[in-house]
């Protein structure tokens, strides 16, 4: 079943070289889109587990995850309407150098940087105090 005709006894298809294309694969690779940056499925499992602590604790009540070329991000609003509070980002460039993960607080500075996500959230763990009476 195709769109073409069938051919005769002795008859043969002839192919139209003009039309041929030679395609560098290196300039088709570096031509095409990258793919964005992505959570992994246990990274999301790790930073949604702080993430519902906090609600619960009131803290946080809205979140927005965003994939770009260079990295993923994961923000944490107070409100939908205002500036993130915490953005926990995944910038695999800086992986074999200070880390790939890092916590960065509403004014830009970097609460926490390493190579291991779990690690990197312990920001969010709250310190137990000593209450005396």
């Known amino acids: 079943m195709t769109d073409q005709p069938e051919l005769r006894h002795g008859e043969s298809r002839s192919v139209d070289t003009t039309s041929s294309v030679v395609v560098d694969l ?3 690779k570096q031509s095409k889109d990258p ?4 959570f992994h499925r246990r990274e999301l499992d790790a930073i949604l587990w702080i ?3 906090m609600v619960g604790e009131g ?5 927005a995850i965003d994939h770009l070329r260079e990295k993923a991000v994961f923000s944490v609003f107070k409100r939908a309407g205002e500036l993130p509070l915490f953005r926990i980002e995944k910038n695999p460039k ?4 200070q880390g790939a993960f890092s916590v960065i607080n509403i004014n830009g500075m970097i609460l926490k940087r390493g190579h291991d996500l779990n690690q990197v959230l312990k920001v969010f763990d709250k310190q137990l105090k000593l209450v005396e009476k």
């Open 26 to 28: 290196r300039e088709y």
């Open 94 to 97: 800086q992986g074999a150098k």
């Open 51 to 53: 993430y519902g602590r």
């Open 59 to 63: 803290e946080w009540r809205d979140y």
């Open 35 to 38: 793919l964005p940056v992505t």
